[in-house]
Nanobody
Framework: QVQLVESGGGLVQAGGSLRLSCAAS????????MGWYRQVPGNQREPVAV???????NYADSVKGRFTISRDNAKNTVYLQMNSLKPEDTAVYYC?????????WGQGTQVTVSS
């Protein structure tokens, strides 16, 4: 099992920045990818950004150029730096880890962007 603890959500004005962190613990050997998803009530959870074990990254079109995902392997932590935030970025953000085809999720952290 992999345990994920997220932090860094909150309330910010449009144009502001936030950094989310997600620390992985437990059986972390073999993690293939770490990433972030977000969900608005009534909508499906959608991918935001992912970083795979080799360091390659992918982003949703809606966040390209504004969000940056990074990973500190020594700390088993993945970060999401969110700049130029927009009200439509408001959602619960979930950390995701993929290990040998299995998905593990954090508890979610609320990000609210006011206009």
């Amino acid at each position: 099992q992999v345990q994920l603890v997220e932090s860094g959500g909150g309330l910010v004005q449009a144009g502001g920045s936030l950094r989310l962190s997600c620390a992985a613990s437990g059986s972390i050997f073999g993690i293939n990818a770490m990433g972030w998803y977000r969900q608005v009530p009534g909508n499906q959870r959608e991918p935001v950004a992912v970083i795979i074990s080799g360091g390659s990254t992918n982003y949703a079109d809606s966040v390209k150029g504004r969000f940056t995902i990074s990973r500190d392997n020594a700390k088993n932590t993945v970060y999401l730096q969110m700049n130029s935030l927009k009200p439509e970025d408001t959602a619960v953000y979930y950390c995701n880890v993929v290990k040998w085809g299995n998905n593990f999720w954090g508890q979610g952290t609320q990000v609210t962007v006011s206009s």
